[in-house]
């Protein structure tokens, strides 16, 4: 197989022709890893390649799981592997060991997804575009060059724009896998709480905001995958309800049933909206009603906003100071000048400043919102929302410069309809809807109830299969 056949192919094709023994797992690998160096070095979307310890798996692999044995990439987030060491996009953290493997690598494993690497991300994945210095410069985003790939899944993203891998490991504690999907013309899904095992060593990250999942071309794919990842592990403090059924069944009906979807056109504290955002939205809705859906106009879920930033970005400050004083203890020396970027090294100074019993009301907040969003979605089946307020960011506007909170309402006005969702613990995901006449990605974003990841797939497959993602072309820079 060559490398452009292989890059033009989703997962489960790959492992289709895996099964039927049209080609290998070490002749993937090696169309993997030649991507890797021809389009991931200069987008700056890789790290910790082992690409001899890959080829080792690869060609001893066992073909298992729905993908069979297809090359894949872990994001650089932190989750526990023997395979590579992480970083988490910092110099402070750089080079962790591992001498365990977190639930989620193994049932990537048994998934038949062999890891190569991982991908970048922003620093302690919490920025909405991976711009960390520690990779030399800003991850490239192949759809548009000058713009930012988004964070913190953002060379995850690109990595799967860029056809080096059809699937990839992304996680989202506030848009992480949907931001990156909107800017670099991907599907992103963020599973139910609890729908993904974070153990054995997490039972919940930034007070359960966090979850992980994957980012893929196609949405027949993440279904595949999320088959193969959910489900309940032993002594977890969250568990989302038993799914109905395989998620790959539920995307290959042609029918989704009729849906009753609600449509949010305004955002939040009077946020501006751009055109272009608006127009792709638009259109879905449209779309939606002639695949024989319930269109209405949805309220807002009723809680304050402004509010809400504050509590999300307490909740990040003190994540900030638990992880630095950890790194710290083990390194065994104190904090310098260039550890960390400064909006990290001011959320460090913030949060060593911020009480327990604010910490408290942040997660009340937090629970609060879950009963808002039901209540604003009583009577219908799914929301339908922007995912992004802006055309994807250009690279510099979302860099992790200046101060924390400054960023951190910069972050509420360009993802507005994302962080809250985290906060609800719903499944939300985020569809490659269409592109501007310049070819810059726009994105729509669909909300379920608490436990349906089978609704947002079912009707975005039906959406893909009506109006098939954009055609983009992956553009390197300086070429």
Known sequence: MQAAQYADLDGLALAEMLANKEVSSAQLMECALQLAEERGAPLRALVHLRPEQARQEAAHWQARGPFGGIPFLLKDSGLASRRFPSNLGSRLFADIEYAYDATLAERFDAAGLIPFGRSTVSELCMGPSTESSVHGGPTINPRANDRSTGGSSGGAAAAVAAG??????????????????????????????GRVPMGPARGEGWGGMACDGVITRTVRDTAAALDAISGYASGAPYAAPPRPGSYLDAVREQGAGRLRIAVWRDAFNGIPIADSCRQALEDTARLCRELGHEVVDGPLPDFDYGAFVRAHGTVL?????????????????????DDLEPVIRDGLDIGRGIAATQYVDAIQRFHAIGRALSQAMQGVDLVLSPTLTQLPARLGELALTGGFWAFREKVSRYATFLAFVNASGRPAA??????????VPLACQLIGHFGREDQILRLAAQIE?????PAHAVTLPGR
């Not at 059809?166 to 013309?185: F, L, M, T």
């Not at 985020?430 to 070819?439: M, R």
């Not at 299969?465 to 993602?469: H, L, Q, S, T």
């Open 430 to 439: 985020s569809l490659p809807v269409a592109a501007t006449p310049d070819g």
């Open 164 to 193: 080096i891998v059809p699937v990839a490991h992304g996680s989202d504690g506030g848009g992480s896998i949907r931001i990156p999907a909107a800017c670099n013309g991907v599907f992103g899904l963020k599973p139910s709480r």
């Open 465 to 469: 299969r009506a109006a098939p993602w």
């Open 317 to 337: 400050a003190t994540n900030i100071v638990l992880a630095v004083d950890a790194r710290l203890a083990v390194l065994g020396r104190a904090l310098r000048d």
